[in-house]
């Protein structure tokens, strides 16, 4: 029995963004799957939009230009770059497959990634004709440092693909750490930062960052970044180069986009900043150890993550008999709570079953952690 409330921390914060944004209509639970816009991100995509249909699409893009280009900066800033190493695509997904494209890397080429890793990125990989073999880790998937050390030192991989946070687990890969190792070792760090940018920090000496939009930074669907350093975009060949006064990362930037969306990412991205990455990391690392610590053993679910991970995800595995796709629907239709059931194949060489994932954002109260309890 829980006997004290759990502690959150910068409630200001919870505050600011709750009456940021358009009224949930239940318990929006499930950020690492989309979060819920501002009104100034609604509002200045569609302002955008409108600009479309008065100007014309290619007016109204000249237009934002220096908001884009003032994005570009303050994404690069979020991953230690700078504006010329990030290009805007369309989602993650879309970013690993401009980067694979442009690598062109020899069929059968050997990458590492997690075995937990998230199911179409390693589709992904395969697409490219690469060969992807595991790091070690430990039992909760975390890449076990000593193991991955002695990978680089005797038998590296063309380059290491580690996803920060997965989609299926809470758990903050030691990104710095192994980006250290590669360095030293000269083998480049992808780090898939899709569930991470906006969540825990992001600028940790990785050679290529990419991420998307709708998640932690709460930005527009349909948007993603691709951030590479000049020593990896070198060796990049995209279809069409760019003019030569465009830094070379944009060949792989989208020409038609949702350039909407673009603009709204990056009022989101402002809206981050402003209210502080510590500050927001900290409420986020709070909140998922307040989930852990109501959720554990209600009706029989088992918490996969360490109490104090510092993530906001919680997922929870059912009790013996209890379905979790069932649980999920039964959750958002009788109580509307939202969150999302996870099967097996999202990650299929670490997941031995499904899995409900619980996902607050800055504005989520314990009263909602507890109201998801009593539910299940
Ligand atoms: C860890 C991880 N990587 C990549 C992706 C793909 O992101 P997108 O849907 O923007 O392509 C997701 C989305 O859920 C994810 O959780």
Not at 71 to 87: F, Q
Request: with cysteine; aromatic share 2%.
């Amino acid at each position: 029995m829980t006997l004290l409330e759990p502690d959150l921390v910068h409630e200001d914060l919870g505050a600011t963004w709750r009456s940021a944004r358009p009224r949930p209509a239940g318990r929006h639970l499930d950020s690492a799957a989309c979060s819920r816009q501002s009104h100034r991100v609604l509002e200045a995509a569609a302002h955008h939009a409108r600009h479309e249909a008065e100007l014309g699409g290619y007016v109204a893009e000249a237009t934002a230009d220096d908001l884009l280009q003032q994005g570009r900066s303050v994404i690069g800033g979020l991953v230690g770059m700078a504006a010329a190493d990030v290009a805007f695509v369309e989602s993650a997904q879309a970013a690993l497959v401009a980067l694979l494209s442009g690598w062109r890397l020899p069929a059968g080429t050997r990458v590492a990634c997690l075995p937990g890793e998230y199911a179409p990125n390693v589709a992904q990989l395969r697409a490219a004709g690469l060969a992807p073999e595991p790091l070690p880790v430990d039992d909760l998937g975390r890449a076990d440092l000593d193991g991955v050390a002695r990978l680089l030192a005797t038998d590296p991989p063309r380059f290491v693909h580690l996803t920060h946070i997965g989609s299926h687990r809470g758990i903050v890969q030691p990104a710095r750490e192994v980006a250290a190792l590669c360095r030293e070792a000269g083998v480049p760090l992808v780090l898939d930062a899709a569930q991470s940018l906006g969540h825990v920090d992001t600028d940790l000496g990785a050679d290529v960052v990419y991420s998307t939009s709708r998640k932690w930074l709460a930005g527009p669907r349909g948007v993603g970044v691709l951030c590479a350093r000049p020593a990896v975009t070198a060796r990049l060949t995209p279809v069409l180069p760019e003019p030569a006064d465009v830094p070379p990362l944009r060949a792989f930037e989208s020409g038609e986009a949702h350039v909407a969306g673009r603009v709204g990412l990056v009022l989101a991205v402002g809206e981050h900043v402003a209210a502080g990455p510590d500050r927001v990391r900290a409420r986020l690392a709070a909140l998922g150890r307040a989930g852990r610590e109501v959720l554990e053993g209600v009706a029989g679910w088992r918490v996969v993550e360490p109490r104090d991970e510092p993530t906001a995800t919680t997922t929870l595995r059912p009790p013996d008999g209890v379905d979790v796709v069932t649980t999920r629907a039964r959750l958002l239709t009788e109580h509307g709570i939202v969150t999302t059931a996870i099967g097996p194949e999202r990650a299929p060489g670490e997941m031995t079953g499904p899995v409900l994932r619980v996902s607050p954002h800055l504005d989520a109260t314990v009263e909602d952690l507890e109201a998801l309890a009593a539910a299940l």
